[in-house]
C-alpha cells in the first residue's frame, strides 16, 4: 500500500493528533495540495492569459477563501451570498464572477451594485438587465453548447435539456436581444458538467464559444467553466490537465488571431482544486455482524457527507487507527435513520470500536453540502497551513441548531 494513498500525517501534522486537539468527526483540509493544484492548472495553461475563478461552491469556507485568492485566483459565485462571502474573504469584486441560475432580479441589481460581473443565463434575464443598465454595465452570457459531458445526470448541465444557460440554437435570438438593448457583452460562458475527463469534451465546449465569439465585436474574455475530474482511488483516472491546457490553450491563441484580438481565457474548476485536499475523520461508534455483512457504524452520515447518496459517489476509506489489522469486508455506514451508506463493500484492516476512519476525497461537496438533518450538529473545519493545525470553523453546538427557533406555548 502506497503510504501517500492513506496518509497518518498532513505537512507533518499527525491526523491522530488533529483529532485529538479538534475532535471528531472533523473536516480536514491541506492547504498545500490546494495551491499545488493551482499551479498545476497555471502550468498547463501559461501560453494563455488565464484567470482562474474558483467554484466557491465546492467549498465555500473564508479562510480557504482567502488561501485561494492568495494563491491568485479569482472566484465563481452561483449565490449573493457566496459574493458576499468573496467579498468577505478580500477578493476584488471585479474578479468574482456571479453565476445565478433563474435568481430575482433584486439579487441581480445587488451583484451589480456591488461591483461583481453577472452571467445571464436566460433571454428574458438578458432583457431586463438590458432595460436597466443598456450598456452601462458589462455583462456575460451563459451559453449551453448541447453537450453531455459529466459523471452521471445529476452533475451534467450542458446538455440540450438542461435548465442552464442559453441555448447556442437560440444565438440568433441571443445577437438580437444583445442589440435592441444595446447590451455591453465582455464574455461568453460555458460549464458543461463536473468529473469530466476528455479533453475533448473542453475542446468542444470552448469550440462552441469561440464561433459564437465572432458575433460580439467587445468581448474580454472566455470562460470555459470547470468540472475537471480528480482521482478517486488507486488507479483512477483524473483529467489529465496538461493536455486539456494543450488542446485548449492552441485552439484560443488561433481563435483569439482569427477574432483580432488577444482575449483572457477564465476557467472555474471547484472539485479540481479541492476534493484531494479533504479528509474526512469519523469515529466508529460500532462493528455490527450480520449473517451477511459486517457494518461499521459511524459518528456521521449523509447530514455531513452526502454525495455517496446524492450521486453513487466513491469516496476511499482507510482506517487510521489500526493500518496492520487483518484485512475484512465492511459496509460502512451513517446514523442517519434512513438508508445511509457511506462505503460499501470495502475491505480494511480490522476496524474496532473507537478507531477513526478516514474518508478521502472529502473536500470538494462535503461540508458545503453538510446540514442539520437529524438534528444533527455540522463538523467543525480544520486548515493545515505551513506545517500546523488552524481551526476554521468551530463545531456547531446545540444553541446553534435551536437559535433561529421560535418556540410557541401551548
Ligand atoms: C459547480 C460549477 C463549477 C465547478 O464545477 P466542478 O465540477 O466542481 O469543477 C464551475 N462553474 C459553474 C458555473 C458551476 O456551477
Same mark, same amino acid.
Given at each position: 500500500?502506497?503510504?501517500?494513498?492513506?496518509?497518518?500525517?498532513i505537512?507533518?501534522?499527525?491526523?491522530?493528533?488533529?483529532?485529538?486537539?479538534?475532535?471528531?468527526?472533523?473536516y480536514v483540509y491541506d492547504g498545500e495540495k490546494i495551491?499545488?493544484?493551482?499551479?498545476?492548472?497555471?502550468?498547463?495553461?501559461?501560453?494563455?492569459?488565464?484567470?482562474?475563478?474558483?467554484?466557491?461552491?465546492?467549498l465555500?469556507n473564508?479562510s480557504i477563501?482567502?488561501l485561494?485568492?492568495?494563491?491568485?485566483?479569482?472566484?465563481?459565485?452561483?449565490?449573493?451570498?457566496?459574493? #458576499?462571502?468573496?467579498?468577505? /474573504? !478580500?477578493?476584488?469584486?471585479?474578479? %468574482?464572477?456571479?453565476?445565478?441560475?433563474? &435568481? @430575482?432580479?433584486?439579487?441581480?441589481?445587488?451583484?451589480?451594485?456591488?461591483?461583481?460581473?453577472?452571467?445571464?443565463?436566460?433571454?428574458?434575464?438578458?432583457?431586463?438587465?438590458?432595460?436597466?443598465?443598456?450598456?452601462?454595465?458589462?455583462?456575460?452570457?451563459?451559453?449551453?453548447?448541447?453537450?453531455?459531458?459529466?459523471?452521471?445526470?445529476?452533475?451534467?448541465?450542458?446538455?440540450?435539456?438542461?435548465?442552464?444557460?442559453?441555448?447556442?440554437?437560440?444565438?440568433?435570438?441571443?445577437?438580437?436581444?444583445?442589440?435592441?438593448?444595446?447590451?455591453?457583452?465582455?464574455?461568453?460562458?460555458?460549464?458543461?458538467?463536473?468529473?469530466?475527463?476528455?479533453?475533448?469534451?473542453?475542446?468542444?465546449?470552448?469550440?462552441?464559444?469561440?464561433?459564437?465569439?465572432?458575433?460580439?465585436?467587445?468581448?474580454?474574455?472566455?470562460?470555459?467553466?470547470?468540472?475537471? #475530474?480528480?482521482?478517486?482511488? /488507486? !488507479?483512477?483516472?483524473?483529467?489529465? %490537465?496538461?493536455?486539456?491546457?494543450?488542446? &485548449? @490553450?492552441?485552439?484560443?491563441?488561433?481563435?483569439?488571431?482569427?477574432?483580432?484580438?488577444?482575449?483572457?481565457?477564465?476557467?472555474?474548476?471547484?472539485?479540481?482544486?479541492v476534493?484531494e485536499a479533504g479528509y474526512?475523520?469519523?469515529?466508529?461508534?460500532?462493528?455490527?455482524?450480520?449473517?451477511?455483512?459486517?457494518?461499521?457504524?459511524?459518528?456521521?452520515?449523509?447530514?455531513?457527507?452526502?454525495?455517496?447518496?446524492?450521486?453513487?459517489?466513491?469516496?476511499?476509506?482507510?482506517?487510521?487507527?489500526?493500518?496492520?489489522?487483518?484485512?475484512?469486508?465492511?459496509?460502512?455506514?451513517?446514523?442517519?435513520?434512513?438508508?445511509?451508506?457511506?462505503?460499501?463493500?470495502?475491505?480494511?484492516?480490522?476496524?474496532?470500536?473507537?478507531?477513526?476512519?478516514?474518508?478521502?476525497?472529502a473536500g470538494?461537496?462535503g461540508f458545503?453540502?453538510?446540514?442539520?438533518?437529524?438534528?444533527?450538529?455540522?463538523?467543525?473545519e480544520v486548515l493545515v497551513w505551513?506545517?500546523?493545525a488552524h481551526?476554521i470553523?468551530?463545531?456547531?453546538?446545540?444553541?446553534?441548531?435551536?437559535?433561529?427557533?421560535?418556540?410557541?406555548?401551548?
Amino acid at each position: 500500500m502506497n503510504l501517500n494513498q492513506h496518509p497518518s500525517e498532513i505537512q507533518g501534522v499527525s491526523l491522530e493528533s488533529i483529532a485529538r486537539e479538534f475532535g471528531l468527526p472533523l473536516y480536514v483540509y491541506d492547504g498545500e495540495k490546494i495551491v499545488s493544484q493551482i499551479r498545476s492548472i497555471q502550468e498547463a495553461f501559461s501560453d494563455v492569459p488565464l484567470k482562474i475563478k474558483y467554484a466557491t461552491k465546492a467549498l465555500s469556507n473564508i479562510s480557504i477563501l482567502k488561501l485561494i485568492r492568495n494563491a491568485g485566483a479569482g472566484i465563481d459565485a452561483v449565490s449573493i451570498e457566496e459574493v #458576499k462571502l468573496g467579498i468577505m /474573504a !478580500g477578493f476584488d469584486p471585479v474578479e %468574482i464572477m456571479y453565476t445565478p441560475s433563474g &435568481v @430575482s432580479f433584486s439579487e441581480i441589481e445587488e451583484a451589480v451594485k456591488l461591483g461583481v460581473m453577472v452571467n445571464l443565463d436566460s433571454i428574458p434575464l438578458m432583457k431586463q438587465f438590458g432595460k436597466q443598465y443598456g450598456n452601462q454595465v458589462p455583462a456575460c452570457i451563459r451559453i449551453n453548447p448541447h453537450i453531455l459531458a459529466g459523471g452521471n445526470a445529476k452533475i451534467s448541465v450542458g446538455h440540450k435539456h438542461s435548465k442552464f444557460g442559453i441555448s447556442i440554437e437560440q444565438l440568433p435570438e441571443i445577437i438580437a436581444t444583445v442589440a435592441a438593448y444595446d447590451l455591453n457583452i465582455a464574455g461568453l460562458h460555458v460549464h458543461t458538467g463536473s468529473d469530466i475527463l476528455d479533453a475533448e469534451i473542453f475542446l468542444r465546449g470552448a469550440n462552441v464559444l469561440f464561433e459564437a465569439a465572432k458575433n460580439f465585436p467587445d468581448l474580454r474574455f472566455i470562460d470555459c467553466g470547470g468540472g475537471f #475530474k480528480v482521482a478517486y482511488k /488507486a !488507479g483512477d483516472p483524473a483529467t489529465d %490537465i496538461r493536455e486539456v491546457g494543450d488542446k &485548449v @490553450s492552441k485552439a484560443f491563441q488561433d481563435f483569439c488571431k482569427e477574432y483580432g484580438r488577444s482575449l483572457e481565457l477564465w476557467l472555474e474548476p471547484g472539485k479540481f482544486l479541492v476534493s484531494e485536499a479533504g479528509y474526512f475523520l469519523v469515529e466508529a461508534n460500532v462493528v455490527k455482524e450480520t449473517p451477511t455483512i459486517t457494518f461499521v457504524g459511524v459518528d456521521s452520515g449523509l447530514n455531513h457527507l452526502i454525495r455517496p447518496m446524492l450521486y453513487d459517489a466513491y469516496h476511499d476509506v482507510y482506517n487510521l487507527s489500526n493500518p496492520k489489522g487483518g484485512n475484512q469486508s465492511y459496509h460502512v455506514v451513517g446514523y442517519i435513520c434512513e438508508t445511509d451508506t457511506l462505503a460499501a463493500d470495502r475491505v480494511l484492516p480490522e476496524v474496532r470500536q473507537g478507531d477513526i476512519l478516514v474518508i478521502k476525497n472529502a473536500g470538494a461537496y462535503g461540508f458545503s453540502m453538510a446540514s442539520n438533518y437529524n438534528s444533527r450538529l455540522r463538523p467543525a473545519e480544520v486548515l493545515v497551513w505551513n506545517g500546523k493545525a488552524h481551526l476554521i470553523r468551530k463545531r456547531e453546538s446545540f444553541e446553534d441548531l435551536v437559535k433561529n427557533q421560535v418556540q410557541l406555548e401551548f
